[in-house]
C-alpha cells in the first residue's frame, strides 16, 4: 500500500490515463443528467441530434459527439461530458470511458493549439525523435501549444512530419520550428509550401502529366 | 509493367469534384453494375480473385458470398479508412485525390452484396481526407448516386463518413465496429464473424478503401481480364507505401509479383548512396522482417507467406545498415504497447514485458538468456488473443531476435563491460 491509500503496482502501459487513482467509494455513480438541469449550447446540441438521427443506434454518435464537445470546451471536461451525456442519454461514466480510449480525446486541460509529432518507425527512422525534441523545448512555456509525439499518422512519405492542428506537414527540419510556431500564433496557414495538400504523387507514371496549379493552403481550422 | 488502374490522372487538378470525376468517365461503371443483376456483379468480383488490400488478404467476392442472402435481414457495408498500420499510406492518397472512386466502389459493393446501409470509418488523424470524403458524398448524394432507387434502379443506398479520434485497434474489423457503435474500440470474438454478425448484429461486409476503390475498374474491364494481371493467387495492381531510408518515399501502384529490388530500388530509389538494406518490412510493422538478402523476392501474397512474412497492408518500410536494429525493435514494441487496447493478458502484458526486456538490453542489464525468454514471450503471444494486435508485435519482434540475434548479443556485451569492468577490475 502507498502512503496515499491506493494500491501502487507497476506503470504497465495501460491507454487509460489514471487508472491507479484510488476511486471516491463514497460517491454515488452519476446518472444521466436532468435535462433540465443541464444547459447545452444550442449549436451543440443541434450537431449531436444530427449525427444521433445518421445512424440506426443513436448511441454510434458518441465519437462525433465528444469531438463536437471538445471543439466548443477545448477538451473533453466533465462539464463536456455532462453535456453530452445530457443529449444523448447515456452516463456520463460510459462516455468518459469512450472518451479516455481515444488519443485525440484530450480527458486534461488542454492548450488551444495541438501539434502532434509523428514519432513512429518511419519518421523515427528520419529523424522524428530529435524534431518532436526539439520542438517540445521551442514551444515550451507556452500556454498555447501542446506539443505531443503521436502513432504513425499515415503521412511517412513526408517523413518526419507533424499535424499541425490537423494539417499535416513536411518533411521538417529543426530549422523550420520557428517559423511553424510563428505561423501558428499568427493564425496563418502553417507552412504553407511544406503542407501534404499541395504533394503529388510519387509514382512517376502519374505525375507529370498534369501540371496541377498550386493549391490552396489549409488554414488552420482553430 | 502494367497501366495504372487506381493512379491514373490521379493528380489531375479538381478530380475530388464530381464534375471532374464524370468527365473521366466516372460512374460509367455503376451504371453498367445496375444494369446487372447482383448475383452477375459478384460473378465479376469472384472472378477478378481480388484479394483484400487492408492487410488479411482475403478474397473480397468470398468474403461477399458469405453474407446471408435476401433482403428480410438489413446487412451492412462497412469501408475501413482507419489506416493506421505504421508505414501505410495509400487509403489517403486515394481518399484525397479520387474520393468518387471510393464512393463509386462502395456502391457497386453494396449492390452485389444486397446492402442498403453503408458507413465509412475514417481515422481521426485524417481531417483533410475526411472533409474531402464529406464533400464528394454530398454530391454524390445531390445527383442521385445515394439515396433511394439510384439512377432508376431497385438499388436503395445510404452512406455515412463516420470519424474516429485515434486508436489504432480500431483499424482490426470486430474494435472497428464496436467503435462504429459508440465504444471503446475493444476487439469481439470471432467466431461470429461479422459476415454473420457484425455492425449492430447485423451481417456486416467490411472491405479496405483500396479493395472497394478497385471495384469500379474490375466491373470496367471484366473480372477475367483483371485476373489477368499479377500472378496467380495474387492477381491486380496493388498500391505500395514505401518508407523509411529510402530517397523518394511514396506510394507506387504496382502489379503484383514484380521483384521487391524493383520496388525498393527501382521506383523509390533506394537508401542513399554508399548505404544498404539492412531489414525491411514487407507488409506495415507488423509483418516479420526481411533481409537484405532477400531483395530479389517477388512481391505478391503467397511468396511473402511462403518466405515467413506477409504482404499486409502494402507498406514498405526499409531500414539501412547504420541503424541499430535494437533501436528499431524497440520503436515497434513501444507502439504496439501503447496500442494494446488491455483487454487480453497475453497481448496486455506481453507487449509490456518486451518492452521492458528490450531497454533491459538497451541499459546493458541484460544478458543472452533474455533473448530465450522474449522469443518464448513472443510465442505466448501468437494466436493466444481475440484479434491479432499482440501476434503483430510478436510477429517483428521474433523475426529481429532470430534475424539479428548476432548483433542483439553483440549490444549486450558491448554495454555490459564498462559497468561490470570496476566489479572484475576491483577498486582503483
Not at chain 1, 504497465?12 to 484510488?22: E, K
Not at chain 2, 446487412?75 to 471510393?102: I, W
Not at chain 2, 518490412?281 to 501474397?301: C, K, M, R
Not at chain 2, 561490470?420 to 582503483?428: C, E, Y
Request: glycine residues 10%; aromatic residues 6%; contains cysteine.
Amino acid at each position: 500500500m502507498s502512503s496515499d491509500g491506493g494500491v501502487r503496482r507497476f506503470e504497465h502501459g495501460s491507454r487509460v490515463p489514471g487508472w491507479d487513482r484510488p476511486a471516491d467509494l463514497t460517491k454515488d455513480p452519476a446518472e444521466i443528467p436532468d435535462p433540465a438541469l443541464v444547459t447545452v449550447p444550442a449549436e451543440l446540441r443541434r450537431e449531436i441530434e444530427q449525427r444521433m438521427a445518421l445512424y440506426p443506434d443513436a448511441r454510434s454518435a458518441a465519437l462525433p459527439a465528444l469531438a463536437a464537445a471538445q471543439r466548443v470546451h477545448g477538451w473533453c471536461s466533465p462539464e463536456a461530458i455532462e453535456q453530452v451525456a445530457c443529449v444523448m442519454r447515456l452516463t456520463p461514466a460510459y462516455l468518459a470511458s469512450v472518451a479516455t480510449f481515444y488519443d485525440m480525446f484530450d480527458t486534461e486541460p488542454a492548450p488551444r493549439h495541438r501539434v502532434y509529432v509523428c514519432t513512429n518507425i518511419s519518421c523515427s527512422l528520419r529523424g522524428a525523435d530529435r524534431l518532436h525534441a526539439a520542438l517540445s523545448k521551442a514551444a515550451e512555456g507556452d500556454p498555447d501549444v501542446y506539443v505531443r509525439s503521436f502513432e504513425c499518422l499515415g503521412a511517412c512519405d513526408i517523413a518526419p512530419m507533424a499535424s499541425v492542428d490537423g494539417v499535416y506537414v513536411g518533411p521538417l527540419e529543426e530549422g523550420d520550428i520557428p517559423r511553424l510556431l510563428e505561423d501558428l500564433r499568427s493564425g496563418a496557414p502553417v507552412l504553407p509550401d511544406r503542407q501534404l495538400v499541395r504533394r503529388q504523387v510519387a509514382d512517376p507514371r502519374a505525375r507529370g502529366e498534369h501540371p496541377s496549379p498550386e493549391p490552396e493552403p489549409q488554414r488552420n481550422p482553430r | 509493367m502494367s497501366d495504372l488502374l487506381l493512379f491514373k490522372d490521379i493528380d489531375e487538378p479538381g478530380l475530388s469534384t464530381l464534375a471532374v470525376y464524370e468527365a473521366r468517365g466516372g460512374y460509367a461503371s455503376l451504371r453498367r453494375a445496375l444494369e446487372m443483376t447482383p448475383e452477375a456483379v459478384l460473378a465479376e468480383l469472384e472472378s477478378s480473385e481480388i484479394r483484400g488490400r487492408g492487410g488479411a488478404g482475403f478474397e473480397m467476392g468470398k468474403k461477399i458470398s458469405f453474407l446471408p442472402k435476401g433482403s428480410d435481414i438489413e446487412k451492412y457495408l462497412v469501408c475501413n479508412a482507419d489506416e493506421s498500420e505504421p508505414g501505410t499510406f495509400k487509403d489517403r492518397e486515394l481518399m484525397q485525390k479520387t474520393p468518387h472512386t471510393l464512393i463509386e466502389g462502395i456502391i457497386i459493393a453494396a449492390w452485389a452484396a444486397g446492402v442498403t446501409r453503408s458507413f465509412i470509418y475514417i481515422r481521426g488523424e485524417y481531417e483533410l481526407q475526411a472533409d474531402v470524403l464529406d464533400a464528394a458524398i454530398d454530391e454524390a448524394r445531390a445527383a442521385g448516386y445515394l439515396g433511394e432507387q439510384i439512377l432508376g434502379s431497385e438499388h436503395t443506398l445510404s452512406l455515412v463518413l463516420h470519424r474516429g479520434a485515434g486508436a489504432y485497434i480500431c483499424g482490426e474489423e470486430t474494435g472497428l465496429l464496436d467503435s462504429l457503435e459508440g465504444k471503446r474500440g475493444n476487439p469481439r470474438l470471432k467466431p461470429p464473424f461479422p459476415a454473420n454478425q457484425g455492425l449492430y448484429q447485423g451481417p456486416t461486409l467490411i472491405n479496405n478503401v483500396e479493395t472497394l476503390s478497385t471495384v469500379p475498374t474490375i466491373i470496367e474491364m471484366g473480372g477475367a481480364q483483371y485476373a489477368k494481371l499479377g500472378v496467380e493467387r495474387s492477381t491486380g495492381t496493388k498500391l505500395v507505401s514505401v518508407s523509411g531510408h529510402v530517397q523518394r518515399p511514396g506510394n507506387y501502384e504496382i502489379e503484383l509479383g514484380i521483384p521487391a529490388r524493383e520496388i525498393i530500388y527501382g521506383l523509390a530509389g533506394g537508401p542513399e548512396d554508399g548505404r544498404t538494406v539492412k531489414c525491411w518490412f514487407p507488409g506495415g510493422s507488423s509483418s516479420p522482417v526481411l533481409t537484405g538478402e532477400d531483395l530479389d523476392i517477388a512481391y505478391d501474397f503467397d511468396t511473402l507467406a511462403t518466405a515467413g512474412t506477409m504482404l499486409g497492408s502494402g507498406a514498405i518500410i526499409v531500414v539501412d545498415d547504420e541503424t541499430p536494429i535494437l533501436d528499431v525493435a524497440l520503436k515497434v514494441a513501444k507502439f504496439y504497447r501503447h496500442e494494446s487496447c488491455g483487454k487480453c493478458s497475453p497481448c496486455r502484458e506481453g507487449t509490456n514485458w518486451t518492452v521492458k526486456m528490450l531497454e533491459r538490453i538497451e541499459r546493458g542489464e541484460a544478458t543472452p538468456m533474455d533473448l530465450d525468454i522474449m522469443a518464448s514471450v513472443q510465442e505466448h503471444i501468437m494466436g493466444n488473443c481475440l484479434c491479432v494486435l499482440g501476434d503483430a508485435m510478436a510477429m517483428p519482434i521474433s523475426s529481429l531476435i532470430k534475424k539479428f540475434r548476432a548483433e542483439f548479443e553483440e549490444h549486450i556485451e558491448r554495454v555490459r563491460e564498462p559497468q561490470l569492468a570496476p566489479v572484475l577490475g576491483g577498486a582503483h
